[in-house]
């Protein structure tokens, strides 16, 4: 059972960081569409 | 508008070499190479070279991301913390430098939490072949959920509450919520817990085998490196958000001042020429 719960803990390591890096990933795309709506203005400020 | 800004690389260009790789990109690269190599040392040194526990078997290893998330909640909860004290001392003196720390405050938050929960369910699983029970309202067991819950709260403060005090809230719940932290990490000390004693300073029985420190900051070093990836990546994000909802009201306002310009400059208007230029906003 142990070794179970060992590759449980770090599966669910995993799944939890990349589920949180996958969130961020899709954030950043909805970021880039809504700069390319507002494109002129965040052109003269970056 | 430059023909050649159509996101193509440009090569060989009149003016040297140019291309669309800023060095940003390039230390971004660098940093996600360096931070899978320690990741994949990391859990090559946790799982097959650290060696195996006298009593609890091959189990501990759960140990090696435990400590390391552990120490990385209390980290980026730190940093949240700092930035918090800096978004309410800058806030009305220095509204631009507030905004950067109100971000970092978000960004370290939320990298704390995804911290934070890998450490409650690694406990929970580690807890049940060791102990015989999934939990236990255990003095750190306890105090580790509230910080959890503290800053879960804080984080669905800042998703749903709006208006302008909600930063300002977010920065006080931020900065009171810390006070969990020591108490977490004093509660061994303090009380008398199922939970081990601690790996440093923790008394004369406690602490680690020499042989287990090589893992231990290998894995402390990577998930460090994948959490300050994160973290940056969550702050530019926020950044970027706050410039596009600086140029919705920027455009509202536009908006709402547009008839009184048309009517004070409408032969400018008969030349094609709508509205203020891009240097003059």
Redesign the interface.
């Known amino acids: 059972?142990?070794?179970r719960?060992?590759i449980?803990?770090?599966v669910?390591?995993w799944v939890?960081?990349l589920g949180?890096?996958g969130f961020?990933t899709r954030?950043?795309f909805a970021?880039r569409k809504?700069?390319r709506e507002?494109p002129?203005?965040?052109?003269?400020?970056? | 508008m430059n023909p050649h800004s159509n996101g193509a690389v440009r090569f060989p260009a009149q003016n040297g070499l140019k291309t669309n790789i800023s060095f940003g990109n390039i230390l971004a690269l660098a940093w996600t190479a360096l931070t899978v190599g320690l990741l994949v040392q990391g859990f090559r040194q946790a799982m097959f070279i650290a060696p195996t526990e006298a009593t609890m078997g091959e189990i501990y290893r759960i140990f090696y991301y435990h400590l390391a998330s552990a120490w990385l909640t209390f980290l980026f909860f730190l940093i949240s913390f700092l930035a918090s004290v800096v978004y309410l001392s800058a806030r009305r003196s220095n509204p631009l430098r507030a905004l950067g720390a109100d971000a970092l405050a978000l960004a370290s938050a939320e990298m704390g939490v995804v911290f934070c929960t890998v450490v409650l369910m690694q406990g929970t699983l580690w807890a049940r072949p060791v102990w015989g029970i999934w939990w236990t309202w255990d003095e750190r067991l306890t105090t580790t959920l509230l910080l959890w819950l503290i800053y879960s709260s804080y984080l669905l403060l800042r998703r749903f509450a709006a208006g302008p005090q909600m930063q300002t809230l977010a920065a006080v719940l931020a900065i009171f919520g810390y006070a969990d932290v020591p108490i977490v990490y004093f509660s061994t000390r303090w009380w008398r817990t199922q939970h081990p004693s601690p790996v440093i300073g923790g008394g004369p029985d406690s602490g680690l085998d020499p042989r287990m420190w090589t893992a231990v900051w290998w894995n402390l070093a990577a998930w460090l490196a994948w959490g300050i990836l994160l973290m940056t990546l969550r702050y530019r994000m926020e950044r970027k958000r706050q410039l596009i909802e600086q140029h919705a009201a920027l455009r509202a306002l536009e908006a709402s001042l547009e008839p009184v310009a048309e009517s004070g400059s409408e032969s400018g208007s008969e030349n094609g020429n709508n509205g203020p230029e891009r240097g003059q906003r």
């Open positions: 059972m142990s070794h719960h060992l449980l803990a770090y669910f390591t939890v960081q949180y890096a961020l954030k950043w970021l809504a700069q507002f002129t203005y965040l052109d003269t400020v970056e």
